[in-house]
C-alpha cells in the first residue's frame, strides 16, 4: 500500500520510466558487485529521488536501488562493503515521503544489514552536492567509487560544473538524464540561454537554432555527449533515448564511465530494454509482445571487424575490448553470435584454438586482408 502525506499527491508511473528502472535494476545487479570486490566503501547518489513510489505503489529509484542490492544474490559475499545510499528529494513532501518509507523498513523486527547506511536529503542539487564535495576538499579527502544517478524534470538544475567536479574521481560513475525534447525547442528561443548555458558548460547550443528537424535533434544529442567527454573527462559514454506514446522523443539518458567492464554492463542493459539495438524505448510498445527478433543481428558487426581487423591476428581479449568501446554491441554478442559465425563461414580461423567456435581468453583470431 503506498504511503503518503496529505500534502502529496502521488502520480502514475509511465512506460517510459518503467524502462528507465528496469535499465537501473539491471545495471546495479552487475555494478554493485563488481564494485564491492575491491573496494570497502560505496556511494550510491539519487540526486532527484522522488517520493519513493507511484501512484498505484510501484517503487520509485531509491526503492529499486536498496532492493537490487539487499536482495543480491551474492549479497552476502559483500559485506565487508560499506554501502552508503544518499537520496536528495528538494521537494518536501516527497522527502518526507521517502523518508516514512525508508524508516518502515527498518522499524524493529525487521532485519536491516549494518553495511547499508540511508541518508535522506532535502536540497537542491547543486547545494547537497557541493557540500558533500567542499567538506571532502575541507578534509583534503577524496570520493569513494560513487554511481550518480541525475534524474531531474528539465534544464535549469544540473549544471555541466557540478557534474564535472561530482564525477573529478577515477572511479566516479553517471546516468544523467538529457531534456532532449525541451532543449531541441528552446534552444533558439533565447528566453532561458542561462540555463541551457549552465547545463551545456557552453553557448555553443546556440547554432542548433540555425539547423532543423533531425539534424537539430542530433546536434544537441552530440554536443551534450561531447561536453560530458570534454568536461566531465569520461572516455566512456552510451545514451538511450526515450519517446512517449505520441512517438516524442522526451529526453535521452547518458551513462558516463571510465571503466570498460562498466560500459559493458549498461550495453548489455540497455540492449535488454532494446533488442533491436536501437538504444532507444518506445510507450506504444509497453506492454506488448517483443516484437522485435530475439536473435541479434550482427551482420554490421562481422562485416566492422572484418575491415577493422583486415590482415591482422589479434587475441579475443583485444576483439572483446574493442567491441565494447568502438561499437554498439556488448561483449556477450562477440563470441557465439559473431565469431562463431564468422568462423564457421570461413572468414576468419585461429592457430591456437583447440576447439573450432570456442574461445577461451588467449585465443588468437586471425582476419584475413582486404
Request: proline residues 6%; contains cysteine.
Amino acid at each position: 500500500m503506498p504511503i503518503s502525506t496529505s500534502a502529496l499527491k502521488l502520480w502514475d508511473r509511465p512506460p517510459h520510466t518503467a524502462a528507465k528502472h528496469s535499465l537501473l535494476r539491471t545495471y546495479l545487479g552487475a555494478w554493485f558487485p563488481i564494485i564491492a570486490k575491491f573496494n570497502r566503501r560505496v556511494i550510491y547518489y539519487d540526486a532527484f529521488a522522488g517520493p519513493g513510489q507511484y501512484a498505484s505503489g510501484e517503487p520509485g529509484s531509491p526503492l529499486i536501488a536498496l532492493d537490487t542490492l539487499i536482495n543480491h544474490n551474492y549479497f552476502a559475499k559483500m559485506s565487508d562493503t560499506e554501502f552508503i545510499f544518499l537520496f536528495n528529494e528538494k521537494d518536501p513532501a516527497c522527502s518526507e515521503n521517502l523518508s516514512k518509507i525508508i524508516k518502515a523498513m527498518k522499524e524493529p523486527g525487521r532485519s536491516w544489514p549494518t553495511n547499508v547506511k540511508v541518508s535522506v536529503e532535502s536540497k537542491t542539487f547543486i547545494e547537497v552536492t557541493s557540500s558533500m564535495l567542499d567538506g571532502l576538499d575541507e578534509r583534503k579527502a577524496r570520493l569513494a567509487p560513487t554511481f550518480a544517478f541525475v534524474d531531474p524534470v528539465g534544464v535549469k538544475a544540473t549544471p555541466m560544473s557540478i557534474l564535472a567536479r561530482l564525477t573529478d574521481y577515477p572511479k566516479g560513475e553517471l546516468l544523467v538524464y538529457f531534456a532532449h525534447e525541451a532543449v531541441t525547442r528552446f534552444c533558439g528561443a533565447g528566453n532561458i540561454d542561462e540555463a541551457l548555458t549552465d547545463l551545456f558548460g557552453t553557448d555553443e547550443y546556440k547554432d542548433a537554432s540555425l539547423l532543423n528537424g533531425m539534424q537539430r535533434s542530433q546536434y544537441v544529442h552530440d554536443l551534450y555527449k561531447r561536453q560530458l567527454h570534454e568536461t566531465c573527462k569520461f572516455p566512456y559514454i552510451q545514451s538511450f533515448a526515450m519517446y512517449d506514446h505520441r512517438g516524442k522523443r522526451l529526453y535521452d539518458l547518458f551513462y558516463c564511465t571510465r571503466e570498460l567492464i562498466g560500459l559493458d554492463r549498461m550495453k548489455g542493459a540497455m540492449w535488454k530494454i532494446a533488442p533491436s539495438g536501437d538504444f532507444s524505448f518506445r510507450d506504444r510498445f509497453a506492454n506488448q509482445e517483443v516484437i522485435f527478433s530475439q536473435s541479434i543481428d550482427t551482420n554490421p558487426l562481422q562485416i566492422h571487424l572484418l575491415q577493422h581487423f583486415a590482415g591482422q591476428a589479434v587475441t579475443i581479449e583485444a576483439i572483446v575490448d574493442h567491441v565494447i568501446a568502438a561499437t554498439p554491441y556488448a561483449s556477450s554478442h562477440v563470441k557465439r553470435s559473431t565469431l562463431a559465425k564468422m568462423q564457421t563461414a570461413g572468414q576468419i580461423t585461429s592457430p591456437n584454438q583447440k576447439k573450432k567456435n570456442s574461445y577461451p581468453d588467449g585465443t588468437i583470431v586471425v582476419f584475413p586482408p582486404t
